[in-house]
């Protein structure tokens, strides 16, 4: 048995097949220089198997809108918001997407190691689908694990398990509304803002679904500290020395704002100059130690390390994926009963920073402090082993988690806290020392401040004189802008994706979130984002389904475009109130038009709508608005044109009826002159403009590479389409078995055969022409070809016999071979001679004048075929 295994990462695919293997797996290069191939023999459900271990890195996929909607000039931005989309393997991953199809055509079970997480899910979906299209017959399985240790990755091969579909489902569902929001937004802001705003022209004004509501509370800070007025203050200090300490009693007001009120109570305090004890405790304190480490405290204390929280999640990532940690991704501050900590906190004994401190703990018992949250995926971050050897940034962070891990089993600090209250002059003053009996965790965890300030002896009632009293000015002071620990901490109340990314507020900024609230849309609120959380996890328990959730969301956002889009003047006028700009500029903006706006009908093939265009040569045709992508297209006869869209047509959504003009001779006479029909549904109108399905040429190019082809139907594959194909066994002849035949571009019943060249298409139907490949380049997949059509343009009946030079009879052979041969448009062909090295080299051929896109074989026609195409 064969058994394949990916990894996130190659570090993750290395280690993990080193505890699969002992230490004794081969180490081999693949298509993709940063994704080995590790070989070894282990066990596998009770049997001796042969495993390859390999990895991808990070996601293969991107979700993209199709080349026609990626010009903002002839895209109105809320098309986005319904657009189609294709989830497309990145340029950079190529390689290994192909590293992958290699090892899957010959192996029989596919175990997914990714990250166990909402995106190690999603990635593995990516890893299983890429898989399953090389070998449709590979068999799925998923490894469940938290730490890269021998003890958890044999656990998880002894229990695998099935890929949670809805987790994965739960994160598309995130991707596509992040692409639909924030390119939607996007472009409407930086078109208008660029169009209004010269200093902006230049300029992308991006919109997050994420990043705005964090956008919200630095604004929101920054309103604060703007509006701040200074108030000034004062306060009462008074001191009092003894036994060579100096101890300061604060006064139980504060502060207050009157200056005279402060400054009468001032002389009353001067004047006495006496104190007496009114209350004096001494009682227990403790300092509690720290709960287990979740990622969100992690990237809180990056500040603290001198790192970004981006830098620190990265290195903990990287102390992961080599076997020093666990998995740093985790919400849980609870170790579970489950977990044996007893081999992590030896393996700390072997460290001379904390070694005595470990051995401490397991001396007087392993007892964590446990918070109250959990995942039910990952423990806790704790290191895994001894770290002592690591250098640099690595050091740093795993020194911080180690401690932290041996902070949070140890015992709280202890001390005494006592509280000396005086009474002068009718006024209550303070004071409090702490003398610290145990360090407890103190002495592991340095980042923990306590204080050891002590008091001098006082007695219950005893007076005494005050060394000196003192009145202080003072003024108030604005809050701070938000650190990066504080938008973290702030963003986790919201949505457990945050972004990392600190946001400095700039006039712009503050402009775009007053001009959203001036028009009441609630995009710098949380409110949205939030509820999109809450819904992902509810795809995840399966109590709400994708595509209703997508739907909603969209939906909501779409209703806030709408209002921006009708209130543009006015919000312009408040972002230039912000941005402090006196001219703008009186150039009119519109947005690009919508193709539904002038759509006739809906492209059978993708669902673009399809509009009534004139192309150079004089032609008129119907034309999908998904080109380059989509080439499907019908043309109109000689003189026909579009006179108006009168009405959306009952037949189908998409289509309309339109008013058309034809001229005599060129259509049946009840349509000569003006006409009215719908292409949905009147079946004489198709007969004049046929509309022929043709994909573009990235389309086949996609497909032809393995890649995911358009159109409905999950995993199916590209392949070569015309290349080293083989009659079925149960081939029927043109036009296949049951059903209507089919027929291809030339009218002709389509031969059905099936793919025998080993691949992601093997074993799949497709239609050709008969007589491919002499006369004609008609291929169709079986499976796509249409419920009840019959030829290649989607209908029963054959083509129409037109004024086309391809339907009108050619040269016959004896012409051909005298050597005085015409092509179909009439012109004397060429005769020449194949000059390219193959096997058809030095053989003589004839082709049209105006272009060798088809040729034909001289003594071995009857007529020579004319690449013109109308």
Not at 523 to 533: C, K, T, V, Y
Not at 740 to 752: D, Q, S
Request: glycine share 8%; proline share 6%.
């Amino acid at each position: 048995m064969r058994i394949l295994c990916v990894a996130e990462k190659n570090d993750a695919a290395k280690n993990i097949a080193a505890q699969l293997s002992n230490g004794s797996a081969r180490n081999e290069a693949g298509p993709s220089k940063y994704n080995r191939l590790y070989k070894f023999y282990s066990m596998f459900e009770g049997h001796q198997a042969d495993f390859v271990m390999t990895s991808v890195s990070g996601h293969m996929q991107n979700y993209e809108f199709p080349i026609q909607y990626k010009s903002w000039s002839s895209t109105p931005p809320d098309a986005l918001f319904d657009a189609p989309l294709v989830k497309n393997v990145t340029k950079d991953m190529v390689k290994v997407k192909q590293n992958l199809e290699q090892q899957s055509r010959t192996h029989s079970v596919l175990i997914i190691w990714t990250d166990c997480d909402r995106e190690g899910e999603n990635i593995g979906a990516e890893v299983r689908d890429v898989c399953l299209r090389a070998n449709r017959n590979l068999r799925v399985l998923r490894a469940r694990f938290s730490e890269i240790t021998q003890t958890a990755v044999r656990r998880a091969m002894a229990n695998l398990v099935p890929l949670n579909v809805l987790i994965a489902e739960a994160v598309d569902a995130r991707q596509e509304l992040d692409l639909r929001i924030g390119a939607s937004f996007t472009r409407l802001q930086s078109l208008f803002l660029q169009n209004r705003f010269p200093t902006l022209v230049d300029r992308l004004v991006s919109f997050g679904s994420c990043q705005f509501p964090t956008l919200g509370f630095v604004v929101e800070r920054w309103r604060a500290i703007a509006e701040f007025q200074p108030e000034k203050f004062w306060k009462i200090e008074v001191h009092h020395n003894r036994g060579g300490m100096n101890t300061i009693f604060t006064w139980s007001c504060v502060r207050l704002f009157s200056e005279r009120a402060a400054a009468a109570i001032f002389e009353e305090i001067e004047e006495s100059g006496r104190a007496k004890v009114t209350h004096l405790e001494s009682k227990p304190k403790s300092k509690w130690r720290p709960f287990p480490l979740e990622t969100v405290e992690l990237e809180k204390k990056a500040r603290m390390l001198g790192l970004t929280a981006k830098d620190i999640m990265k290195i903990a990532e990287k102390l992961y994926t080599t076997g020093f940690i666990s998995y740093p991704r985790t919400e849980t501050n609870i170790f579970p009963k489950s977990l044996d900590l007893k081999p992590m906190v030896e393996a700390q004994q072997r460290d001379p920073r904390f070694g005595a401190f470990a051995t401490e703990i397991l001396q007087n018992g392993i007892d964590p402090r446990n918070g109250r949250k959990t995942d039910e995926a990952h423990p806790p971050i704790h290191p895994l082993k001894e770290g002592s050897g690591l250098v640099g940034a690595e050091a740093k962070v795993y020194e911080f988690i180690a401690r932290r891990f041996l902070a949070c089993l140890s015992r709280d600090a202890q001390g005494f806290e006592t509280t000396c209250k005086l009474e002068i002059a009718e006024e209550e003053f303070s004071a409090k020392g702490l003398l610290i009996s145990d360090r407890g965790y103190l002495e592991v965890y340095p980042y923990d401040k306590w204080s050891d300030k002590t008091l001098p002896q006082y007695q219950f009632n005893e007076e005494f004189t005050i060394t000196n009293a003192e009145f202080i000015e003072s003024t108030t002071t604005a809050p701070l802008l938000l650190s990066e620990p504080d938008l973290i901490g702030l963003m986790d109340k919201i949505l457990k994706t945050h972004s990392r990314k600190t946001i400095r507020t700039v006039s712009l900024g503050i402009g775009l979130v007053s001009a959203y609230e001036d028009l009441s849309i609630p995009l710098a609120n949380h409110l949205l984002r939030s509820g999109l959380e809450r819904d992902l996890v509810k795809i995840e328990n399966g109590e709400k389904q994708r595509d209703a959730v997508v739907r909603a969301q969209v939906n909501a956002y779409r209703e806030a475009y709408k209002k921006a889009e009708e209130n543009l003047n006015r919000f312009g006028a408040v972002i230039a109130q912000s941005m402090g700009v006196a001219r703008q500029n009186d150039r009119p903006f519109e947005l690009p038009r919508n193709p539904a706006d002038d759509a006739v009908a809906r492209c059978p093939r993708c669902q673009s709508p399809m509009v009534v265009k004139t192309i150079p040569n004089g032609s008129v045709c119907v034309s999908c608005t998904g080109y380059p992508e989509c080439r499907t297209s019908g043309f109109l006869p000689n003189g026909g044109r579009m006179i108006a869209r009168l009405r959306a047509c009952n037949c189908s959504a998409g289509f309309y009826v339109v008013r058309w003009s034809f001229e005599p001779g060129s259509v049946p006479s009840h349509m000569t002159g003006e006409y009215e029909g719908c292409l949905g549904c009147d079946e004489t109108l198709k007969e004049v403009i046929r509309i022929s399905i043709r994909e573009g040429d990235a389309a086949r190019n996609n497909r032809r590479g393995g890649g995911p082809p358009p159109g409905p139907g999950p995993g199916r594959g590209g392949g070569n389409q015309r290349g080293k194909k083989r009659k079925s066994d149960h081939d029927s002849g043109p036009g296949g078995s049951g059903g209507a035949a089919v027929n291809c571009g030339c009218n002709k019943p389509a031969k059905k055969l099936t793919t025998r060249k080993d691949g992601p298409n093997k074993d799949r139907d497709f239609y050709v022409c008969s007589d491919f490949p002499k006369v004609c380049n008609y291929f169709q997949w079986a499976d796509e070809v249409q419920p009840g059509s019959g030829g290649a343009d989607g209908s029963r009946n054959p083509p129409k016999k037109t004024n086309n030079p391809r339907n009108n009879p050619g040269p016959s052979s004896s012409a051909a071979a005298a050597g005085n041969v015409q092509c179909e448009c009439g012109k004397n062909a060429l005769s020449l001679t194949v000059r390219k090295d193959g096997p058809n080299q030095g053989r003589p051929f004839f082709k049209c004048p105006d272009s060798g896109f088809i040729r034909k074989y001289s003594g071995s026609i009857l007529k020579a075929i004319c690449s013109f195409k109308i």
